[in-house]
């Protein structure tokens, strides 16, 4: 039972290897790109509020009531928070700890 057990661990070693370090470059990305990510959501929430403005009061054109700014402005503010913190950065955190608690497991073994 020892030796299949120690049979295991070295065919596995690799693969535990490979996530290691696949998990520590990912964070690594992901935690840099979720600045650049930040920005882009918080310029996609200024133009949101800008079409907001635009449906309800007419401002800077003078056109209120136009439905496809408001369709515009509701896109807008969607596409902002999966690019917030909350959205695609958190999703990929979760699926790169799930990957880390697989590394975990075979660590385990």
Known sequence: MIAFRV????LLFPL???LT???AV????IERCAVLLNIFSGIMFL???AGYAQYLFGWPIGNAGNTSTLQLAI???AFAFMLSPY???LLAMCLINMLDGLN?????I
């Open 75 to 77: 896109f807008g503010t």
């Open 104 to 108: 975990c497991a075979i660590k385990s």
């Open 21 to 23: 370090i696949f998990v």
């Open 87 to 89: 959205g695609l950065p």
């Open 16 to 18: 535990s290897i490979l």
């Open 7 to 10: 049979l295991i661990k070295v």
């Open 26 to 29: 990912s964070k690594f990305v």
């Open 47 to 49: 133009a949101a509020l």
